[in-house]
């Protein structure tokens, strides 16, 4: 993203954003983790190129408004509409404090539902 100002230009690639957005990620209970990632342990330290897979970031030259795209896997239990709306809300709002970029969409797409590691009977509880 390019944003004309007096003192010059300031450019945040679009890795910077999806580090921000795999970190929001975080905040929302039932997501396990983004498509391609064991687990969020994973971005422990994470450079900001680690963050692209499973979040796909596109800024609109004309507009300078942003799309991001994600791709997670969600705890079985939980109703995959509420969560998937939660991530937009937070994925928008950390982005919008975080870097100043306009949010126009937040693309959620459930790839997988992860089935926690319990035996059947506690499961029935």
Do not use: H
Not at 42 to 52: F, I
Not at 98 to 109: A, C, F, K, L, S
């Amino acid at each position: 993203m390019v944003g004309p100002e007096d003192l010059g230009d300031i450019t945040i690639n679009d890795n910077v954003i999806a580090l921000y957005a795999s970190i929001a990620l975080t905040q929302v209970e039932g997501v396990v983790t983004l498509s391609g990632k064991s687990s969020f342990s994973d971005y422990v330290g994470a450079k900001s190129k680690d963050a692209e897979k499973g979040i796909n970031v596109s800024i609109d030259k004309a507009t300078n408004l942003c799309t991001i795209n994600v791709e997670v896997n969600i705890y079985y239990g939980y109703n995959l509409y509420d969560v998937a709306r939660q991530i937009q809300r937070q994925v928008k709002n950390a982005v919008e404090n975080y870097t100043g970029v306009t949010v126009e969409r937040v693309n959620v797409t459930v790839r997988d539902v992860i089935v926690p590691d319990q035996p059947r009977a506690e499961l029935k509880k």
